[in-house]
């Protein structure tokens, strides 16, 4: 249908207005539309003066050159009916980190049909144009409302004359909006700024009740934390302005923007016509409409929080695509961040579609050496970087997984198979993985002073992905019915080669990936040296983000789950809880966010809104909580529970495509009870025993051992 229309956009538009394409026409009373849409931008539509569609930030993000989501909604018409298409400039037209700002295009453009009965408008020549109140409106700067600017000249469009090959229909989740959370406390700050605090960090905006008279003015900040003297802070937001502005008309009214959205617990009133009334306000969550499949708690206060930070975490990074933060000037689909964290992304919500269609776009921004740019979208960064990359494979493996998936395996074949080629020609000594740019362990807190990287060798981090992301896409090939023998004789190659070289290991990264790569014989004897290190270092993390997913498997899968625990729990920094002493409400992108001393770690890169270091969760659902996929898509699952005292009980619960799964544990004095329910077969392993289950509860006693 939207294929017979046209885009048209306004004559003469100036750049920042958000503009209003109009369109009346007659219709039987009660006829029944069906409305397909996309915009140059975002947009939203008002049908009668109604908004149709639950969705906001239509039409999301892809690679739009290649792959431009449209959306389909249904509406009843009137006799007399008037449309309007309010466009943003979104993603598609605001300056995003990397983008060539010269090839942005300025001008606003919508493409619609409505079809009913047997009619079928098409957006063209009879379409108008007017401006909106909306006078402004980017992703990172915010928005600026006038209700008191004249709207009311009419302009003509014009029809573009571009390729609608590209037009899809969408193909995520709709972004909607979500939790709806009242202010905890207004703050008056030793600046003496109003600030309103909601309590948790969330991405999405604040909606404000208020009376107004003609010419007020409100100008709103966003910020996610205070500073050390209780100040509100935007430093870490860098060039992202972030800011609501409304000029109001006379009388009540309710705000909130309409196409950009912001991240933040914060809000400071920069100016504000009356006094506020911390009623008047409300912080509304926006993300993908995402299915919730995960739950997990305990009777560990500080670790319920952790796992409630990484739910927040994903949600609020899940916003159309994965996104590395939602606040400053990023908010980029980070190839590293997202295949760090889809395992437990797979396990808390069901993210199957929107990783399918994120890795589509992937696969359509492929450069042709076969690299993977570093984000997807891609803004014109940099590509081919080892562990971001490698996002190709191991994303589509997790799906597959997960889900037990095969088109995702099918979909992205190709992808895949262009990526491990590149490094095979690109690397300066065959079977390995050698030169090149890379973000080795990012963060990694061996880091030497003054850089970012971990000490773990990027070559030792590069050629260890190569042999994992080429044994799972010979797995992946074989699972497809394609001839694998050249990769698999890759794969041999590439583990011999990376022996030979890699005899030692000088980090907790290095011990890691090769322990769980498979890139060792003696893998007792390292993993026993990786405890001894750990211990060491003080029984602290030194991990970044390559090594941090893996560290606790790492260690329990040779026995030392004791020590995972350790790590788990500890609360001094450096640690998952760490955070949470200093009152974190999501996962921070730095072990040290917030210092000891109550410093920020850096102005220029601490977002406190990074849901990498959440991959913890999945180290819960497999290992504490015991629940392991055998068999993609939970076909063949084992559970074998790992209890320790120090949370008292755990439950840990997914909803499976055969229904839920639940395993239960709990430690008095030296009792474990284990309750199991399991909608399929499944092999129930406690302690050495091993029980092999039909679907149905079970419950288990035990002996705890220290
Ligand atoms: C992002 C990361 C990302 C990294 C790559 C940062 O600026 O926020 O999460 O993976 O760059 O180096």
Not at 152 to 167: A, G, P, R
């Amino acid at each position: 249908m939207i294929k017979s229309a046209k885009w048209i956009s306004p004559n003469e538009a100036a750049e920042d207005i958000c503009y209003e394409f109009r369109r009346d026409f007659k219709a039987a009373d009660g006829a029944k539309a069906i409305i397909e849409v996309t915009a140059m931008g975002v947009y939203d539509i008002i049908l009668n003066g109604e908004k149709i569609g639950e969705n906001v930030l239509a039409p999301g993000w892809t690679s739009y050159e290649t792959r431009h989501q449209y959306q389909r909604y249904s509406a009843v018409l009137h006799e007399h009916n008037s449309i309007v298409i309010t466009v943003g400039k979104g993603w598609y037209r605001s300056p995003l980190m990397g983008s060539n700002i010269e090839k942005i295009k300025k001008v606003p453009a919508v493409i619609a049909t409505i079809k009913f009965e047997n009619n079928l408008i098409c957006t063209d020549k009879d379409w108008y144009c007017k401006e909106s109140n909306i006078r402004f409106s980017e992703i990172y700067d915010g928005e600026k409302v006038d209700f008191t600017v004249d709207t009311s000249k009419i302009f003509s469009v014009t029809q573009l004359d571009v390729s609608l090959d590209n037009l899809i229909l969408q193909e995520g989740e709709n972004i909607t909006e979500h939790e709806k959370i009242k202010p905890k406390a207004i703050i008056n700050t030793p600046k003496g700024e109003t600030v309103i605090d909601f309590g948790q960090e969330i991405t999405g905006y604040v909606q404000v009740e208020v009376d107004t008279n003609y010419g007020d003015e409100i100008i709103m900040s966003h910020a996610e934390v205070l500073d050390a003297d209780g100040n509100f802070y935007t430093e870490n937001y860098r060039a992202a302005k972030a800011k609501l502005n409304y000029i109001c008309d006379a009388g009540k009214k309710v705000l909130k923007p309409r196409m950009t959205f912001f991240g933040f617990r914060y809000i400071r009133l920069d100016k504000y016509p009356v006094k506020a009334n911390i009623n008047n306000f409300t912080a509304i969550a926006v993300y993908s409409d995402l299915q919730k499949t995960g739950t997990i708690s305990s009777g560990h206060t500080m670790l319920n929080k952790l796992i409630k930070n990484a739910f927040w975490g994903q949600k609020c990074n899940f916003l159309d695509i994965p996104t590395d933060c939602p606040q400053r000037n990023e908010r980029l689909g980070w190839t590293g961040d997202a295949q760090v964290f889809c395992k437990t992304a797979s396990y808390n919500f069901n993210v199957l579609n929107f990783f399918k269609k994120w890795l589509k776009d992937m696969s359509a921004e492929q450069l042709k050496s076969g690299a993977i740019p570093h984000v997807i979208p891609n803004t014109e960064l940099d590509a081919g970087s080892a562990a971001w990359d490698d996002a190709a494979v191991i994303i589509p493996w997790q799906m597959y997984m997960t889900y037990g998936d095969i088109e995702v395996l099918e979909n992205q074949f190709d992808c895949m198979k262009k990526y491990i080629d590149f490094i095979t020609n690109s690397t300066h000594d065959e079977f390995l993985w050698t030169g090149g740019n890379h973000f080795g362990d990012w963060l990694g807190l061996d880091a030497p002073v003054g850089s970012y990287k971990g000490s773990s060798r990027d070559d030792f981090i590069a050629s260890a992905y190569y042999a994992h992301s080429t044994e799972l896409f010979v797995k992946i090939g074989k699972i497809l019915n394609k001839d694998m023998s050249f990769y698999e004789h890759l794969y041999i190659k590439i583990v011999k080669a990376f022996k030979e070289r890699y005899s030692e290991f000088f980090t907790q990264t290095e011990y890691i990936l090769a322990l769980v790569f498979g890139l060792v014989d003696n893998e007792k004897k390292v993993a026993c040296e990786l405890a001894e290190k750990v211990i060491l270092d003080g029984t602290k993390i030194q991990t970044g983000f390559v090594g941090t997913p893996y560290i606790l498997h790492a260690l329990s899968d040779y026995g030392y789950s004791k020590l995972s625990y350790d790590l788990l729990l500890r609360e001094k920094f450096p640690s998952w809880l760490y955070p949470i002493t200093k009152g974190a409400t999501t996962i921070w992108e730095h072990w040290d966010g917030i210092m000891e001393d109550g410093l920020f770690w850096s102005s220029e890169m601490n977002s406190f809104n990074h849901y990498a270091y959440g991959s913890v969760l999945d180290w819960i659902y497999e290992v504490a909580g015991g629940i392991k996929i055998v068999k993609p898509g939970f076909d063949e699952i084992i559970i074998n529970p790992h209890p320790d005292k120090r949370l008292g009980w755990l439950t840990v619960n997914i909803k499976t495509r055969y229904g839920e799964l639940v395993s239960f544990w709990e430690v008095v004095d030296d009792e474990i009870r284990y309750e199991i329910t399991t909608p399929t077969k499944a092999t129930i392993v406690i302690g050495d025993v091993k029980t092999v289950v039909n679907p149905g509860k079970y419950i288990f006693f035990g002996k705890y051992k220290d």
